[in-house]
């Protein structure tokens, strides 16, 4: 039977007595409706570790639009039958007041970090998420966490905020699960509609075409014929299409500027908001 821990006092109990005994810890955040990706990072956490912590929580402030908070899928019971099911022996549920007794007024800067695509898109979303990735981290004390690398800008903000408050935590990436036909796992799919998940895995169609393009034609060939086929696709509205580094998140002019070179989207459709992203050219 899997613990359910509701209280940051409960979980330094739990996490005292995983370390006391000599064991590990690895932990998996997540805002919980989960999916076959999240279960991936609980497989792994608990190849990995003696112990697996799964946090569901749906963080308010990481939030830049109100509504998309409220649409945001909860499906607390289905959630714990799926980790009861993957084996992972703890689960942080707590409260908004637990996580945030009193007025949030943290202020991250990661440089270009957080400025550029996510960052620009969805003003004070990265601040949100360092503050609660932070908090988690103080209360779980994990020894290794798990963050799938759909969240590709995510994973390196929480890379550099590790490293810069010396959390003494391993940062695990885990690569992006998709669905059959390719549609990238996220809670958000659950909101399509049956006609706009049948257009979904057009994005990553076009990932990997443009992955064979950026073998033959320049940067900006590849970066426009993304956009404008995306574009071309009813219901499609592309929110960014970014062609950058892989290590630094800088946007390349040439396939050479990176050792790795990505390719990083966002698309609306139907309302619902679906990220993705791919590796266009190695070194
Ligand atoms: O990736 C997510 O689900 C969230 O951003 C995270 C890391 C759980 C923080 O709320």
Redesign the pocket.
Known sequence: MQKIIRTRAEAADFAASVRFSGKTMGFV???GALHEGHLSLVRKALQENDYCVT?I?V?PI?FNNREDLEKYPRTPERDLQMLEEAGCQAVFMPSVDEMYPEEVNEHYDFGHLDKVMEGAFRPGHFNG?AI??KRLFEIIQPHKAY?GEK?YQ?LAIIRELVRRYQIPVKIVACPIVREDDGLAMSSRNMRLSAEDRRKAPQIYQTLLTARQLAKEHDVAFVKNWVLETLKSIEGFEPEYFEIASGETLLPVNHWDEADTVMGFVVVWLGGVRLIDNIELRRK
């Open positions: 955040p997540t805002m946090s929580f963080n990481q998420v609660v990735v963050f969240d995510q």
